[in-house]
């Protein structure tokens, strides 16, 4: 097995896998009028007094969007202030944390590289991360100690089951079931991001050891998968992570503004955390189980492929853009416009019930009960958010693209959201 890999990395180093050109030209996402794209600029101003009326009434202390159809930004604007203590504006080219927005760009280079035929979806993870090892589930568990039983699972867990939450691995401090809050704790795992010296191969190896919630690819629990799946992707490449990504995604895609840990030059740009005190005044987020400062302070060793990354509104529209150009992005071809036709099937059944969302192998997806519900897109609209109150989505049907960042925890009544893509939606005119 290491040998495989040292010769992947050989051949990398020699530029196998660099991003091929493609056949098509799509021009770059570019400053564009509303009109010329079917979209009216007076429905879109109706964005701008959602925004400001939510700021108003204190749901949140600023925002950014953007909304693009047919490669042309028609609506990029910025409000309120990233920091409310220091006065600072908010700009749109604001740097935002976007934790779970990672999952999409992990996601999308594990497929680039299952594009060089160098596994298959359904390979047991264990194949290439032998620290796997037979797959265990959680049978009992003592609360007074935090000692617990397993029993085998029948079935081992899947790249595709990392893919597509339904490994059966839970998401520690975040996870629904208090049983796991306690064992991923106990057992050292680092959730999320961190400032701490820590490498995602010391935290995926911590994991491997613990036990599941349910069978491989049986249930749907959002977990750290994509943390696994990002250790994955160096071990396959035989490069670090955020080089990886760096080298074969942000780097042709013109993404200059996206990374696990930012450039001293784009510090100021980070915007702040932030929360209402005890009268309702907006304050910085201070520090619990994470520390805001992640991308600018401490060790910057762990790449979260579940959550690590931070990004600008426009930088990930480009992300986007390349999906609904079918894996093309000015000219360089990232993924086959078949590969995109299969990622954005629905992979996980029935699992996430009647909610008129399924998921594929890097975003949820609009079904027909969701296209029906309206205000959400046509039916395989992909989209996605973020822990620090960020969301996207795009319409292929549409070729509409629409974010919303925010930067804020705790509950503050912010219904931006649905309201941001109900507007967006209203203001196509053709």
Known sequence: ????????????????????????????????????????????????????????????????????????????????????????????????????????????????????????????????????????????FNADDTTYTTVPAENQITIRDLLTHTSGIGYGVIDGDERFKMIYEKAGVTDLFTTEDITIEESVTKLAKLPLHHEPGEEYTYSEGLDVLGYFVEEVSGMPFDEYLRTHLFDPLGMDDTWFYLPESKHDRLVTVQRKDENGNWESYPVTFYDPDYPREGAMTFFSGGAGLSSTIEDYAKFLQMYLNNGEYAGTRLLSRTTVNFMMQNQVGDLRGDSGRDYGLAFGLVDEKGEAMGGRGSFGTFDWGGYFNTQYFADPNENVIGLIFKQTQGNTGDETGWKFRQLVFQSIDD
């Open 1 to 140: 097995m290491k040998f495989i890999f040292t010769l992947i990395f050989i051949l990398l180093s020699s530029g196998v896998f660099a991003q091929t050109e493609s056949q098509l030209y799509t021009p770059p996402l570019s400053e564009g009028i509303a009109e010329d794209v079917g979209m009216s600029d007076e429905r879109l101003s109706r964005i701008d007094e959602m925004i400001l009326n939510a700021i108003d009434q204190n749901q949140i202390p600023g925002a950014a969007a953007l909304v693009a159809r047919d490669g042309e930004i028609v609506y990029k604007k910025a409000f309120g202030l990233a920091d409310n203590e220091a006065g600072r504006e908010l700009r749109t080219d604001t740097i935002f944390r976007i934790a779970s927005q990672t999952k999409a760009i992990t996601s999308t280079a594990v497929m680039m590289l299952w594009e060089h035929g160098l596994f298959q979806l359904d390979d047991p993870i264990s194949d290439y991360l032998p620290v796997f090892g037979e797959a265990q589930i959680l049978d009992t």
